[in-house]
């Protein structure tokens, strides 16, 4: 969903949404206040009751570094699955991506990672160590209304097979998840 249009009716029919590809401030917001003025269409509903959650790609390990690089080549992949306007609402000028989309489209996967700029890649994910992740769940998520996010952590054997680039310093699945309940979700947890 891009949104308005199905944001509102969310807000006005459904339970909740788990909201995809969305890391900005803005683009949360985009999607939250929509869902709101879906709700509030309708009148009867208590939004305090919907289930607003994003579903977010990234990698959390001690090397922030590292994590960052595992999460900017898996978010080049997605890219092309996403409407100009949503990567518009993440700071980017879709004519800075479109390369990337014709890089994928001919088939030249080296070529389209190469043109995910860092700077691209922490746009389009969440990813660093677990102080970094807190900083950007209390800064672009809670704020929103966002009470959960939906982990899409990324490990380095499924960059590995994706890209065919080996990554080294971080964690497989679990051990993410581990340093992520670990030292993410006491800080969150404490704070609400």
Same mark, same amino acid.
């Given at each position: 969903?891009?949104?308005?249009?199905?944001?509102?009716?969310?807000?006005?029919?459904?339970?909740?949404?788990?909201?995809?590809?969305?890391?900005?401030?803005?683009?949360?917001?985009?999607?939250?206040?929509?869902?709101?003025?879906?709700?509030?269409?309708?009148?009867?509903?208590?939004?305090?009751?919907?289930?607003?959650?994003?579903?977010?790609?990234?990698?959390?390990?001690?090397?922030?570094?590292?994590?960052?690089?595992?999460?900017?080549?898996?978010?080049?992949?997605?890219?092309?699955?996403?409407?100009? @306007?949503? #990567? !518009? $609402?993440?700071?980017? *000028?879709?004519?800075?991506?479109?390369?990337?989309?014709? =890089?994928? &489209?001919?088939? /030249?996967?080296?070529?389209?990672?190469?043109?995910?700029?860092?700077?691209?890649?922490?746009?389009?994910?969440?990813?660093?160590?677990?102080? @970094?992740? #807190? !900083? $950007?769940?209390?800064? *672009?998520?809670?704020?929103?209304?966002?009470?959960?996010? =939906?982990? &899409?952590?990324? /490990?380095?054997?499924?960059?590995?097979?994706?890209?065919?680039?080996?990554?080294?310093?971080?964690?497989?699945?679990?051990?993410?998840?581990?340093?992520?309940?670990?030292?993410?979700?006491?800080?969150?947890?404490?704070?609400?």
């Amino acid at each position: 969903m891009t949104g308005p249009g199905s944001f509102r009716l969310a807000g006005e029919i459904a339970d909740g949404i788990h909201l995809a590809c969305a890391y900005s401030s803005e683009a949360l917001f985009f999607a939250a206040q929509k869902v709101r003025e879906g709700a509030d269409r309708v009148g009867c509903r208590l939004y305090s009751s919907f289930d607003l959650c994003a579903s977010v790609l990234g990698a959390i390990a001690g090397d922030s570094a590292a994590a960052k690089e595992t999460a900017r080549l898996a978010a080049a992949f997605y890219i092309s699955s996403m409407a100009p @306007e949503l #990567i !518009e $609402r993440h700071g980017i *000028d879709y004519a800075d991506v479109r390369p990337v989309v014709d =890089a994928f &489209g001919r088939g /030249d996967v080296e070529r389209a990672l190469e043109l995910t700029t860092p700077e691209i890649g922490e746009r389009l994910s969440i990813a660093g160590d677990p102080a @970094e992740w #807190i !900083e $950007r769940l209390r800064n *672009d998520f809670v704020p929103h209304g966002y009470d959960h996010v =939906a982990l &899409g952590l990324v /490990d380095p054997s499924l960059v590995e097979s994706w890209s065919g680039r080996p990554v080294d310093g971080v964690p497989d699945l679990a051990g993410q998840l581990e340093l992520f309940a670990s030292s993410v979700v006491p800080a969150l947890t404490a704070a609400s």
